[in-house]
Structure formats: structure tokens, C-alpha cells
């Protein structure tokens, strides 16, 4: 039976990278052959095709002799998109880029290729480009799913929540699936709806049976949503069953590094969070790490991954992606330039006005000392209703600049009564100051 899930009012989803395109309708003007189906339907879902090194070698191959096959550069593209998920390295989206711009100058209505540069552009944090791709592949076919994905993701990026949420109530009208359940679900989140987001990441899971890595995803993101509303227990579990239905996925290690932080078993979380950072270098990956290093006494292993995140961020600026944002909230959180982060949190915000952007805008703005504005700003991050402890903890520090210490310690409460573990550095300061 196919359902149907309304968001209803305002909001908007970015779900991780791995699901930005759902599966392949058939007819659709540039869709794959059968012959390439089975290699098309894994790719767009954007989990393991199974051995994806392998894969990429024999569509090298392939469009080595066949160099107006479209599709099967495409399918190249896409892989290459899939080995930068799974080994971190940003130098895949290049490659990735290429081809699928290869296979855009064989058929330039090539629905495959035009999907694959909007989901690049998003990894790239390139989201006004996204958007027009997506624009781009739902005029070469209307009723293809995943373009609507691909369409309301940038838009939640660029603030346009409802837009963003008529994209993704037609993607599931059009193709009720795991892809469109979790951007509901989120979408839902945000709108401060913590049981209905529950709901419908549970018709994503049911969506993902058989499908080991797609249900070892669905059991982190719901993991993910108990963990932001304080249910540590249920959130182990939902991190111990993907790691049950995919063993080694890495990003169970760094959610279950979290996990023992809270329980105080420093050692453990460290143990967890390297073997997630040694297996792919991800910045959120190392960011942690770095933190636990900080608060476990651990000064010159905290300065190492100081050292190899800024290495990273290289890395992927050299390759396209954009990462203002991220940079900008973790100088904020650790006490770098005051004005240059500021700067820089502006200019994140202008490229991204959403709600994240507003509060990464405004935890700056304290940072800088100029907590009128960094109010303002904090407003705005907080106009859908979202529950989100960090965002309520940064509202409680502008309270505070401001001299307003009891509207102060109200924020931090509401911090630490939905979610007492809600930051490794911040949590703590919340608790002092909620006295």
C-alpha cells in the first residue's frame, strides 16, 4: 500500500549524503537499461554496491570501449560518488564531476548524470547549484522521485522551508521510500514533532529490510533522534542493531563513542571514536576525538587532531567543498580569532541561510561580545519550533552576555532537560550555570 506522509506547515530536511537520490523509475527520459539497473538502483540509493572498488574498475573499463554510452559514464560518476563515502577522500568528487559532466555532453538529457551533479553539489555544500540541477533533472522528468529530493534539500539549506517541504511531500506522493520517510522524519524534527519524526524513520527502516547497510542507516538515524531527546538507552540500542545489520559501520562506532562519554567511560569513547576517525577521516569524526582527547587531560593528542583537521579542511576545499559553516562553529566553540570567526560565520550564513546557519551566525556573534544581535540571530534559528539543545544552550549564553540571568538559566535548563549529554565542551557549562 502506498502512503502518504504530510509535513503540514513549514520545514525541511538535509539527510545524509548516502540518500540524496532514491531509485530509478522506469520510461523516465535518460533512465538505465535493464543491463545497468541492478548497478543503478544500489548507486542512487547511495549504500555499498558491494565491492564499489571493483565496480568502478569495470565501468572504467566499459566506457573505455564504449565512450558514447551515456549511462555506463554516468554509473562511473555515481561510483566515484559512492568511494568518496566510503573512504572520506574528497578527490572522488573531482572524478565524479567529470564524468557525469562526460555523460551530460554524450546525451544532455541525461536524467542519470543530471541527478548525480545535483547530489554532488550537495556534497559539496553547493546548494544553490543543487537546486537548479534538481530544477534541471524535474524538467527532464517530472515524475521521477528523487529529483524532488535532491530540489527540497538545497532549499532547506537556502531557509525556503515550505518550498522545501512541498518537495518532499510530491517526492513521497511520487515514490513512498526509505529516502523520502527519512527527509520526512527530520523534516518533522525540526518542527519540534519528536514522535512523529519516530514514525516515519520507522516506516524507513521498514522500508531498508534486506538491504543491510540501508538498515544499518535507518537504525543510526533513529538512534540519532532518541539520542537528541535524552533516551540513551534506546539510542544504544538502535546504534548496537546497525552495527548488528552491518558490522563495522563506522558511523555506530562514533555515535557509541558518545554514548560511553555520557556513561564517563572516557577511555572506551576514545577507543571508539578513533576506530571510527582511522577508518574514515570524516571532520565530525575527528572533531570528537578531539574533544574527548580535551576533556580527558589528553593536551597533545587534542593539538594532533587540531593539526589533521585543518589538513582535511584543505583537502576538501581543494576539491569543491565548502565548509564555512562547520569551520566557523567549531573556532567559535574552541575559542579561535573572535573577529575572523565572525567573519566567516557571516559568510556562512549568507551562502546558508537556514536555521543552522542563523545559530552558528549567532553563537559567533556572543563569541565576538556582540550579544544584541547574536540574540536576533538566535530568534531566527529557533522560529520552527525545533528542539535542539545546542541551539537552546546558545540562546542561554546570549541571555547571559546580555545580563538576563534567569532567562539565562531557563535556556540552559531546557538544554539539559532534553538532552543532559547534548555536548561534550557545552554540557557541563550548562549545568554550572543553570544553578
Not at 540574540?375 to 539543545?389: C, H, K, N, W
Given at each position: 500500500?502506498?502512503?502518504?506522509?504530510?509535513?503540514?506547515?513549514?520545514?525541511?530536511?538535509?539527510?545524509?549524503?548516502?540518500?540524496?537520490?532514491?531509485?530509478?523509475?522506469?520510461?523516465?527520459?535518460?533512465?538505465?537499461?535493464?543491463?545497468?539497473?541492478?548497478?543503478?538502483?544500489r548507486l542512487l540509493g547511495g549504500f555499498a554496491a558491494g565491492d564499489t572498488t571493483g565496480l568502478v574498475r569495470q565501468l572504467q573499463s566499459n566506457a573505455r570501449s564504449r565512450p558514447d554510452d551515456a549511462k555506463t559514464i554516468a554509473l562511473l560518476g555515481l561510483?566515484?560518488?559512492?568511494?568518496?563515502?566510503?573512504?572520506?577522500?574528497?578527490?572522488?568528487?573531482?572524478?565524479?564531476?567529470?564524468?557525469?559532466?562526460?555523460?551530460?555532453?554524450?546525451d544532455p538529457s541525461n536524467l542519470l548524470a543530471t541527478s548525480g551533479l545535483g547530489s554532488l553539489a550537495l556534497s559539496r555544500h553547493r546548494f544553490r547549484e543543487a537546486l537548479a540541477l534538481g530544477r534541471r533533472a524535474r524538467r527532464l522528468s517530472p515524475t521521477t522521485a528523487r529529483s524532488y529530493?535532491?530540489?527540497?534539500?538545497?532549499?532547506?539549506?537556502?531557509?525556503?522551508?515550505?518550498?522545501?517541504?512541498?518537495?518532499?511531500?510530491?517526492?513521497?506522493?511520487?515514490?513512498?521510500?526509505?529516502?523520502?520517510?527519512?527527509?520526512?522524519?527530520?523534516?518533522?524534527?525540526?518542527?519540534?514533532?519528536?514522535?512523529?519524526?519516530a514514525e516515519a524513520m520507522q516506516l524507513a527502516l521498514d522500508a531498508a529490510i534486506a538491504q543491510p547497510e540501508a538498515l544499518a542507516w535507518g537504525h543510526f538515524q533513529l538512534g540519532k533522534l532518541y539520542w537528541a531527546h535524552g533516551e540513551v538507552a534506546v539510542a544504544e540500542r538502535e546504534y548496537r542493531a546497525a552495527l548488528e545489520a552491518f558490522p563495522g559501520y563506522v558511523y555506530a562506532y562514533d555515535a557509541l563513542a558518545l554514548v560511553a562519554a555520557a556513561r564517563d567511560r572516557l577511555p572506551k569513547a576514545i577507543e571508539l571514536e578513533r576506530r571510527a576517525a582511522d577508518t574514515i577521516p570524516l571532520p565530525q569524526f575527528v572533531t570528537t576525538l578531539r574533544?574527548?582527547?580535551?576533556?580527558?587531560?589528553?593536551?597533545?593528542?587534542?593539538?594532533?587532531?587540531?593539526?589533521?583537521?585543518?589538513?582535511?579542511?584543505?583537502?576538501?576545499a581543494a576539491n569543491g567543498v565548502r565548509t564555512d559553516l562547520e569551520t566557523a562553529l567549531f573556532d567559535a566553540d574552541h575559542a579561535r580569532d573572535p573577529r575572523a570567526t565572525l567573519a566567516l560565520a557571516r559568510l556562512a550564513r549568507r551562502d546558508r541561510p537556514s536555521i543552522d546557519g542563523d545559530d552558528v551566525l549567532a553563537w559567533a556573534l556572543e563569541r565576538a561580545g556582540r550579544c544584541g544581535e547574536a540574540?536576533?540571530?538566535?530568534?531566527?534559528?529557533?522560529?520552527?519550533?525545533?528542539?535542539?539543545?545546542l541551539k537552546f544552550f546558545h540562546r542561554g549564553m546570549i541571555e547571559r552576555c546580555l545580563g538576563h540571568l534567569e532567562a539565562a538559566r531557563s535556556w540552559f535548563r531546557r538544554a539539559l532537560s532534553l538532552n543532559p549529554h547534548f555536548s561534550l565542551l557545552w554540557a557541563p557549562v550548562a549545568r554550572r550555570y543553570s544553578r
Open positions: 500500500m502506498r502512503k502518504r506522509i504530510a509535513i503540514g506547515g513549514l520545514a525541511g530536511v538535509v539527510v545524509a549524503v548516502a540518500l540524496l537520490l532514491s531509485g530509478v523509475r522506469g520510461g523516465a527520459s535518460g533512465s538505465p537499461t535493464a543491463a545497468h539497473a541492478p548497478d543503478a538502483a561510483a566515484y560518488q559512492q568511494r568518496a563515502r566510503e573512504t572520506g577522500d574528497p578527490a572522488y568528487y573531482g572524478k565524479s564531476e567529470a564524468a557525469l559532466r562526460r555523460s551530460l555532453h554524450v529530493g535532491v530540489i527540497g534539500d538545497a532549499l532547506v539549506e537556502l531557509g525556503r522551508y515550505d518550498e522545501a517541504f512541498a518537495a518532499f511531500n510530491r517526492m513521497n506522493d511520487l515514490r513512498p521510500s526509505l529516502s523520502a520517510y527519512a527527509r520526512i522524519s527530520y523534516a518533522r524534527e525540526l518542527l519540534g514533532d519528536f514522535r512523529g519524526a574533544d574527548l582527547d580535551s576533556v580527558s587531560g589528553r593536551a597533545a593528542d587534542a593539538r594532533r587532531q587540531d593539526g589533521l583537521l585543518r589538513v582535511i579542511r584543505r583537502l576538501l540574540r536576533e540571530s538566535s530568534v531566527r534559528a529557533l522560529r520552527l519550533g525545533t528542539q535542539d539543545a
